[in-house]
């Protein structure tokens, strides 16, 4: 299917689906005492537009690992309607992507790499990025980074290609060695318990490991996690951790400088799009 490029009008609407999506979700957080985050274009639209980037279509959320895993085995039983699910890559269900997430049902919204595979919910979703504990050795922080490379390549089936030639060709003959479902199941489900044993309480910093190498490295002060600050958003506030300022510098550097002209547009490869329609009518 060929790519799909959003008009302003469907964008914003898209925009307004996604705080349709947060609102609902955050009432459950608060009922369960979930703290949650705005990250990267959500925690900068807040903080340099009051809203969503113009050319952003989507909002991620961090939330702290013991967090992330309760939702995945509760979400779904303790949510009471019918129009929100919690998905992310299982033994049993894949979704070729590293991040639980938060799916509305009634939506369509398929994305390039995801269109062939019949089982995921391809609905409009907030992405979930869980926060983990970092150590403070270096061996130790070095083999949790070692492992998060190894977790992602394997989930999501394709070699690192943005830390050299040496990495990517290793990555591909890994790849080749373990082809089917099931090996590569076994080395990624390995991989995240080993980068994700590390508890927040017990470590001074926290880190983001579903992510791109850039992010992974990162070792954000633990204290700028410690409350939510609510900021305006559109029409409404959402959270962001009381140190936004600390994370955004140390993840993207000059975060009130706009980027350029080239670089202003939608990160994700939609294939199919419908906010009136489910994929389950589409599909």
Same mark, same amino acid.
């Given at each position: 299917?060929?790519?799909?490029?959003?008009?302003?009008?469907?964008?914003? @609407?898209?925009?307004?689906?996604?705080?349709?999506?947060?609102?609902? +979700?955050? =009432?459950?957080?608060? *009922? !369960?005492?979930?703290? &949650?985050?705005?990250?990267?274009?959500?925690?900068?639209?807040?903080?340099?537009?009051?809203?969503?980037?113009?050319?952003?279509?989507?909002?991620?959320?961090?939330?702290?690992?013991?967090?992330?895993?309760?939702?995945?085995? @509760?979400?779904?039983?303790?949510?009471?309607?019918?129009?929100?699910? +919690?998905? =992310?890559?299982?033994? *049993? !269900?894949?979704?070729? &992507?590293?991040?639980?997430?938060?799916?509305?049902?009634?939506?369509?919204?398929?994305?390039?790499?995801?269109?062939?595979?019949?089982?995921?919910?391809?609905?409009?979703?907030?992405?979930?990025?869980?926060?983990?504990?970092?150590?403070?050795?270096?061996?130790?922080?070095?083999?949790?980074?070692?492992?998060?490379?190894?977790?992602?390549?394997?989930?999501?089936?394709?070699?690192?290609?943005?830390?050299?030639?040496?990495?990517?060709?290793?990555?591909?003959?890994?790849?080749?060695?373990?082809?089917?479902?099931?090996?590569?199941?076994?080395?990624?489900?390995?991989?995240?318990?080993?980068?994700?044993?590390?508890?927040?309480?017990?470590?001074?910093?926290?880190?983001?490991?579903?992510?791109?190498?850039?992010?992974?490295?990162?070792?954000?002060?633990?204290?700028?996690?410690?409350?939510?600050?609510?900021?305006?958003?559109?029409?409404?506030?959402?959270?962001?951790?009381?140190?936004?300022?600390?994370?955004?510098?140390?993840?993207?550097?000059?975060?009130?400088?706009?980027?350029?002209?080239?670089?202003?547009?939608?990160?994700?490869?939609?294939?199919?799009?419908?906010?009136?329609?489910?994929?389950?009518?589409?599909?």
């Amino acid at each position: 299917m060929e790519i799909v490029n959003l008009s302003g009008e469907q964008l914003k @609407n898209l925009q307004n689906k996604n705080l349709e999506i947060l609102e609902k +979700f955050l =009432k459950f957080c608060d *009922e !369960h005492s979930i703290k &949650v985050f705005a990250c990267g274009g959500g925690c900068i639209g807040a903080v340099r537009h009051k809203g969503f980037i113009p050319w952003d279509d989507d909002i991620d959320l961090f939330v702290f690992r013991e967090d992330y895993e309760w939702l995945f085995e @509760n979400f779904n039983r303790l949510y009471e309607n019918d129009d929100l699910y +919690f998905e =992310k890559t299982t033994k *049993e !269900h894949y979704t070729r &992507v590293q991040l639980g997430a938060i799916v509305d049902e009634n939506t369509t919204f398929v994305k390039q790499r995801q269109e062939d595979l019949k089982e995921v919910h391809h609905g409009v979703r907030i992405d979930l990025v869980p926060l983990d504990g970092c150590p403070s050795s270096r061996f130790k922080r070095k083999c949790q980074i070692l492992w998060a490379l190894i977790f992602s390549m394997f989930i999501v089936g394709e070699p690192h290609t943005s830390k050299g030639k040496a990495l990517e060709i290793i990555s591909k003959i890994m790849l080749f060695c373990f082809k089917t479902p099931k090996s590569r199941y076994k080395i990624w489900r390995f991989a995240e318990k080993r980068m994700s044993r590390f508890k927040i309480s017990d470590c001074e910093k926290i880190t983001e490991l579903c992510a791109w190498y850039q992010y992974m490295v990162n070792e954000y002060p633990k204290e700028a996690f410690e409350k939510q600050v609510f900021m305006p958003f559109e029409d409404t506030k959402i959270p962001l951790p009381c140190g936004y300022d600390t994370y955004l510098k140390m993840a993207f550097g000059d975060y009130m400088k706009l980027p350029p002209e080239d670089k202003r547009i939608p990160k994700h490869d939609i294939v199919k799009f419908d906010l009136e329609k489910s994929y389950k009518e589409l599909l």
